[in-house]
């Protein structure tokens, strides 16, 4: 049931006389089921809606508009259901690593399309019926991201632990031949999917460019709380080197075709790898900046950019603990030592994650408990605290800890800091 919760005034559903608290039962013809069929029906020239009133009546509304312009109409939060969840038991599921007792949102498991084309989220389509995808090539929502992992059939099935896993490279080419594009995602457990089967993966992704706009290669995130879950293996530095190699080879092909680079290592290779990333180039525009994409990059880009802006002097002499995870260390020692402002003291704490378990190398994993405990010491003025180490709306670590006790309890101001380098840069100058 897809419900109108406002009409904007002087809109065309006001002028027709649409109100709030109308039911739409179709629009041209077509049943609506939810938001995405709404978008899609709505962009046509002449819009004809069934509409059921408030007193259980049906009437038809209908509009002729520009092409692609918007009708004026809200819809109730009963347009888009809850998110459809996995239906995949993957060997290296995050979520099934996660120790009991955390807030309820930690544990869903979503995998739903019309998520990922309205927020970017990665789906595997292992849950979409075929009347179901037909609805995806009739509607074709662009762009989608997919979770690949691998291409081949018996691979995937393997690696997703689902035995409907294994028609993606049908699906993939259906998608392309509706001109829907996606991008994908290869999470890489060493022995499972790398080597062979990531060439063969790439090279079958590779082949559904442009359709295919890029691939983003992940190492897989291992936390301590692995009982009765299958052994998996952690990157080395060879195994990343490895990865990395590979991936160079078909930006080589794809620069040289289409002009950009198609596959990116994820920053965690980088890391283990002990490399430089590269240039922003290689990024093209970071279309997977929000999946560990480039990151690095374009922070010290930005840090550096700002840096040179202006006069690099902050007006005052003060302290600042900067805690972060272990594989971003090594780059914010260099980045402060390059570009923090004069008179501005910079102490950097490598944050061992103790609570996931320190194989979890990212920032955004840290807990409140392990900072309380590595920083108790510490001695300045002020903490910069990064986002992605906070829920959305910026109040509560992972572990249930809200932001205001934990200031409290460390005694020193705390402040929130955007993961963008301007804004770090100008937070380090007291801006």
Known sequence: MVTISSVEQGSQAARRGIKAGEIILSINGEKVID???YQ????ERHVCLVLQKED???????IIKSADAALGITLANDALSSPRLCANNC????VDQMPPGMRASLYVKDDDWRYSLMMGNFITLTNVGEAEFRRILQRKPSPLYISVHATGSNDRISILNNPNAGNIMERLRRLKAEEIRFHCQVVLCPGLNDGNVLRNTLKDLYSLRPAALSVALVPVGLTRFRDNLPAVKTFDREKAEEVIALCEEYQQYSVKEYGDYFAYPADELISIASLQPPAAIAYDNYPQLENGIGMLRLFEDSMRA???SGSGISNSARTVCI????SLAPYMDEWLRSYAPQNVKTILVPIINTFFGSTVTVSGLITAGDLLAQLKD???DEIFICETMLNDDLTMFLDDVAFADFEKQMGIPCTIIKNKGEEFYRSLLGA
């Open 40 to 43: 899609a029906l709505t962009a």
């Open 56 to 62: 259980g009546s049906a009437r038809e509304v209908d």
């Open 378 to 380: 510490v001695q300045a």
């Open 35 to 37: 938001n995405i069929d």
């Open 91 to 94: 060997v290296f599921c995050f």
């Open 306 to 308: 700002e840096r040179a």
């Open 323 to 326: 805690p972060c995870g272990t």
